[in-house]
Nanobody, 129 residues
């Protein structure tokens, strides 16, 4: 059974940092690309960052580029999202999701969240001004 579990969310002041973790089980890590998505109240879910489990390539949305870093520990089947210089607009529920790594290059990471078949339960991130 495929399972994804996020942790590490919380409340932080603007300019602060958080590190999210996504623990995965039930599949070969190197067969999958893992993405981080977020959803703010009343807004569409959006892609934040993604990493290919096969070769470690990464992608970032323009809104987080230079501030967030996605990484993976394949031995632990865990993907991390280090979030620095947090802004109030980063507030939302953060989800990790998995998709076959063959889609890594062709997927629209910003709007293609519906293509992901496996999701965690989400973790809340709140950034106060």
């Amino acid at each position: 059974e495929v399972q994804l579990a996020e942790s590490g969310g919380g409340m932080v002041q603007a300019g602060g940092s958080l590190r999210l973790s996504c623990a995965a089980s039930g599949f070969r890590f190197d067969d999958k690309a893992i993405g981080w998505f977020r959803q703010a109240p009343g807004k569409e879910r959006e892609g934040v960052a993604g990493i290919s489990g096969s070769d470690g390539r990464t992608m970032y949305s323009d809104s987080v580029k230079g501030r967030f870093t996605i990484s993976s520990d394949n031995a632990k089947n865990t993907v991390y999202l280090l979030m620095n210089s947090l802004k109030p607009e980063d507030t939302g529920v953060y989800y990790c999701a998995a998709i076959s790594t063959i889609f890594f290059d062709t997927l629209d990471w910003n709007t293609g969240w519906r293509n992901f078949g496996y999701w965690g339960q989400g973790t809340q991130v709140t950034v106060s001004s």
